[in-house]
C-alpha cells in the first residue's frame, strides 16, 4: 500500500514566485496535517483538516500560506508571493479515522525541500 | 517557547548496549506523547507511544517511560543496533480523545550507534 505521497520532493524558485505543494495522504486516512521544518524552529503544525475541512490554521505563519483540500485524497499548500525565510522542509502526514477511542498516529510523507532565492 | 524539549542534540551509543533519549515538557494539557525516528531525506517514521494514564509502554527492543509529576519521558532502546542510528523526535499531542490532532515535536536527538 502506498504511503503518503508529496510533489515536487524538491522545489528552487526566487523571492517573490508563487509555490504550491502537493499531498496526496493514505487511502481512507481522514486527517491531513501540514508541517515544517527548519533548523531554527524545527518541526512546526502549520494546519490540519479532518474530512476535508481545516480545524486548526494557528500555525500558519501569514496570509502568504494557504492550504486547500478539495476532496480526501488531494491537498495542496500555497505560498504567493514566496520569500527567502520560507525555505525548509515541509511534511504532509496523514491519520486515519478514529475507530476505538484511542489516538492514532500520524503517517508522514518523504517532505519537499523548498528553497527560495 | 518550547513546549517540548530534548536537551540533548546528539547521543553516542555502542552497539549492543542501551540508548536512553529524553524529552520534557512544559504544557500539563498534552496527554498523549509518541516517539518518531527520521533518517535523512525521509519522513519521520512513527515508533511508539503512550498515553499520559499510564508510565510506561514497551514494544519489543523500545520502550518509553512517562514521569508526569516531573513532565519528563525517556525512550529506552535495547539493545543498540546499528539501524537505530537515525534523529528521534519527542512528540505530544493535548488531544480530547478520538482521532487525531497536530502534534508538538521537540527538536529531535541525532542518536548514533557505534560499532
Known amino acids: 500500500d502506498a504511503g503518503v505521497i508529496q510533489s515536487p520532493r524538491h522545489e528552487v524558485t526566487e523571492m517573490g514566485q508563487e509555490v504550491t505543494l502537493r499531498c496526496k495522504p493514505i487511502?481512507?486516512?481522514?486527517?491531513l496535517f501540514w508541517y515544517r521544518q527548519t533548523m531554527m524552529r524545527g518541526l512546526e503544525l502549520l494546519i490540519y483538516?479532518?474530512?476535508?475541512?481545516?480545524?486548526?490554521d494557528s500555525g500558519m505563519p501569514e496570509d502568504r500560506f494557504s492550504a486547500k483540500m478539495p476532496n480526501a485524497s488531494f491537498s495542496t499548500l500555497k505560498i504567493q508571493p514566496s520569500e527567502p525565510r520560507d525555505s525548509a522542509v515541509y511534511f504532509c502526514?496523514?491519520?486515519?479515522?478514529?475507530?476505538?477511542?484511542?489516538?492514532?498516529?500520524?503517517?508522514f510523507g518523504p517532505g519537499t525541500r523548498l528553497t527560495v532565492l | 517557547d518550547q513546549q517540548v524539549k530534548q536537551n540533548s542534540p546528539s547521543l553516542s551509543v555502542q552497539e549492543g548496549r542501551i540508548s536512553i533519549l529524553n524529552c520534557d515538557y512544559t504544557?500539563?494539557?498534552?496527554?498523549?506523547f509518541l516517539w518518531y525516528k527520521k533518517y535523512p531525506a525521509e519522513g519521520p517514521t512513527f515508533l511508539i507511544s503512550?498515553?499520559?494514564?499510564?508510565d510506561k509502554n514497551e514494544d519489543g527492543r523500545f520502550t518509553v517511560f512517562l514521569n508526569k509529576s516531573a513532565k519528563h519521558l525517556s525512550l529506552h532502546i535495547v539493545p543498540s543496533q546499528p539501524g537505530d542510528s537515525a534523529v528521534y523526535f519527542c512528540?505530544?499531542?493535548?488531544?480530547?480523545?478520538?482521532?487525531?490532532?497536530?502534534?508538538?515535536f521537540g527538536k529531535g536527538t541525532h542518536l548514533i550507534i557505534q560499532p
Open positions: 502526514a496523514s491519520s486515519p479515522p478514529d475507530t476505538s477511542g484511542g489516538y492514532n498516529e500520524q503517517f
Open positions: 487511502s481512507g486516512h481522514d486527517y
Open positions: 483538516f479532518n474530512n476535508n475541512v481545516p480545524i486548526d
Open positions: 504544557n500539563s494539557m498534552f496527554d498523549y
Open positions: 503512550i498515553s499520559s494514564i499510564k
Open positions: 512528540a505530544a499531542s493535548g488531544y480530547s480523545g478520538g482521532g487525531a490532532d497536530g502534534l508538538t
